[in-house]
């Protein structure tokens, strides 16, 4: 559902904005026209929300989403992306390349960003190809994309193997301050297998990959990053070894930041004993004492961000064999009602739950005082309200996604999003109160 007001009052609500350090309850008024807080006088035909009880928070970015437009439009589109991005609270998304075309020229991240305009969704960032059409040989422009706005490069689900064009990339990275994000995984070692390597596979008899496949990838990029210098980001790192060595390459000072995703958090590689193809993604999910040095990452600060990795499949494909079944879940709606379950867990707190989808990401894309915040000078004005009550159960009907591929389909989350503003207008409302 859309709506389109001039301004909104919501009043009486804890407003938790992690960049500013504010963490009050206040009036906040939210417009077209700015984000005002605590105002003196509002406008007689102004709504106004009761946000007794309730958090608000700056618009939550997630920085690893595929909207599949152009060319797999029968997956997800932006505008039915974006549909789902505001149901999780979410305003601000970064796109992957590998659309088709591939997103590896000027003129292609120029048209993505155009398409996000016409489709009046969320706000598009791109991250543009590594190598020409993907393939890993041929380097794209990194000069020529930076300047028509892409804010970092990769290949997404396929890793940059070669070496050689490694170092070229990581070269141009430095130069014109890019970000380079990195799918880990050591295609030698991984063999393309459908699931982590451990019990559970062997239990029921699918071939599994190694999960020194992304521990590897990962502490050879390290090394380039610092050879000269460029910033490296770990896209959905999934793994104890991985974490080690950003955790290492933090106390070295270099530019090394990591995203985890949601289902890794949640869910370890027994959830797979069924051959739910909803529970098959890459990173696959993980043996259990991988996921709680995940948990460890997160209360330390190791990571940096929490990223849905959205990858919407057809019904129709994911109905296939395990084996033969595509890679990927949706994961917009749901991301950071993983996060509040955390905290309802006393896991981590609401703060960095916040942290984690807001600063974070913004600190990482060098946005800071644009995104992820609504008190900063030239923040946007972009707001979610969060009901941190609400205990609700996954299903599919609910999702409102064009794709129902979540790992959390049947589960209980605790805390969920209640409405977002997008550039001061209510975009999304779900409790019936306000």
Known sequence: MSFFLKSTLVKNIRLLDVTSGF???????????????????????????????????????????????PGFEYKETIQTGSKAALVGGVTTVVVMPNTNPVLDTAERIEEQIRLGHLANGVEILVAAAVSKNLLGQEPTDYAALKRAGAVAITDDGRPVMDTSLMEQAMKACAENDLLFMQHAEDLALSQNASMNEGRTSRAIGVSGQSADAEGVMVERDIALAKKYG???HVLHLSTKRSLQAVRKAKMEGLKVSCEVAPHHLLLNDEACFALDTNKKMNPPLRDESDRLSLMEGLIDGTIDAVASDHAPHSQEEKQAHFCQAPFGVVGLETAFAVLLTLVSRGIISLQRAAALMTSGPAQILQKQHQIGTVLSSGASNNLCIIDLKTLWQVDGQSLQGRSKNSAFLGMKLQGKVVATFLKGNLRYLHDTRI
Do not use: K, W
């Open 23 to 69: 963490d009050e309850i206040a009036d906040v008024l939210v417009s077209t026209e700015g984000f005002f807080l605590n105002p003196i006088e509002i406008d007689a035909a102004c709504a106004i929300i009761d946000g007794q009880g309730q958090i608000a928070l700056p618009g939550l970015i997630d920085m690893h989403v595929h909207f599949r437009q």
């Open 230 to 232: 460029a910033r490296y």
